[in-house]
């Protein structure tokens, strides 16, 4: 195997296959056919929170059941749960299936693990939080992050903080060929038809500190600080880094917060793979000689998405913004 391709191996690629036990079931075990059906909302060494049926009442502390192997559950993820499943204190059920995932999140490998692992499983959108100033934003951040929405399944949203300090609209015009949603907050104002946006879905946030993220995940959900200690509270004593924890909102939906990470892992993305997430150059795209990274002269004289602008049917500012995506894959920006 070629390290292109041991890259791509995810353990999240492992399928689960019952019946390969060696040990024979015990006729007191529940059937799995019972299973309960839960959102995983917090991890933490070895043991996941549940809210059963996705309703944040009912909230259940399970492990991986023993025939799941190391296969990936993370926030976010669908699963089958058995045993007992009561949530009382000092309760464990267990989990014994994950469901097929309908978007994913993968965050950058690091010196502590080389590979990209999901950390979000599920999630409908994913929440962009870039302040206009104080820091300055980081284009490039944006842009992986869009990168990542377009491979992963995740409609993005940019939420552009301290508008009492800067102008967005420059910020904004960079991004008018993409048609991606923007909410604009001022430090004393709610973000402007934020929460019609998020009610009744589930919405992964990511930001960098200082940006007014956790600003915003205690304005969007009063009791999370409060929610947040709950599942640190599991690793009490020892120091614990929450990947990401799932938080209810108070009319229906939930945001994860991302607390531990700066940047999505794109490594395993295709030039091609972004190509396809831009439907009118999707099919020029074949025409190319292989090979081509699709960013046009220099690097790539022969590119066909040209064409597609020349025959007038793309926008030429949606070619720049997806090879200034394509461009941002291969940097180094977090
Ligand atoms: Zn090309």
């Not at 040990?23 to 070895?46: C, E, L, N, Y």
């Not at 040209?306 to 920006?333: F, H, I, M, P, W």
Request: proline share 6%.
């Amino acid at each position: 195997m070629g390290s292109s391709d041991w890259r791509k191996l995810d353990e999240s690629d492992v399928r689960i296959r019952p019946g390969k036990s060696t040990r024979p079931r015990s006729k007191q075990r529940p059937a799995h056919a019972d299973a309960s059906t839960a959102m995983v909302i917090g991890k933490d060494r070895g043991r996941w929170t549940c809210a059963l049926d996705g309703d944040p009442e009912r909230v259940v502390t399970a492990m991986r059941a023993r025939e799941m192997g190391r296969v990936s559950v993370v926030v976010g993820d669908t699963v089958g749960i058995v045993g007992d499943v009561s949530g009382k204190t000092d309760t464990l059920a267990r989990i014994i299936r994950v469901d097929e995932r309908t978007s994913v999140l993968r965050r950058t490998a690091d010196d502590t693990d080389p590979f990209e692992r999901v950390v979000v499983a599920n999630a409908a959108q994913l929440l962009i939080v870039t302040a206009l100033a104080d820091p300055q934003p980081r284009t490039g951040f944006i842009d992986r992050c869009l990168v990542a929405c377009y491979t992963g399944g995740l409609q993005p949203i940019l939420c552009l903080t301290k508008a009492d300090l800067a102008s967005p609209d420059a910020l904004m015009a960079g991004y008018a060929g993409l048609d991606v949603p923007v909410v604009v907050s001022r430090h004393d104002e709610e973000p402007e038809g934020l929460d019609e946006r998020l009610k009744g879905r589930v919405t992964a946030l990511v930001g960098h500190s200082g940006v007014g993220k956790s600003t915003l995940v205690n304005r969007l959900v009063p009791t999370a600080s409060l929610a947040v200690g709950v599942v640190s509270a599991i690793g009490k004593g020892r120091h614990t880094s929450v990947a990401a924890v799932a938080l209810p909102l108070p009319n229906g939906g939930w945001v994860i917060d991302t607390p531990g990470i700066r940047s999505f892992g794109l490594a395993h993305v295709t030039a091609d793979d972004i190509v396809l997430a831009f439907e009118e150059f999707a099919a020029a795209a074949e025409e190319c000689p292989p090979g081509c990274g699709h960013l046009g002269p220099p690097d790539d004289p022969d590119c066909a998405l040209d064409d597609v602008v020349a025959q007038g049917a793309a926008k030429a500012d949606r070619l720049t913004s997806l090879r200034r995506l394509l461009a941002s894959r291969a940097g180094t920006e977090t």
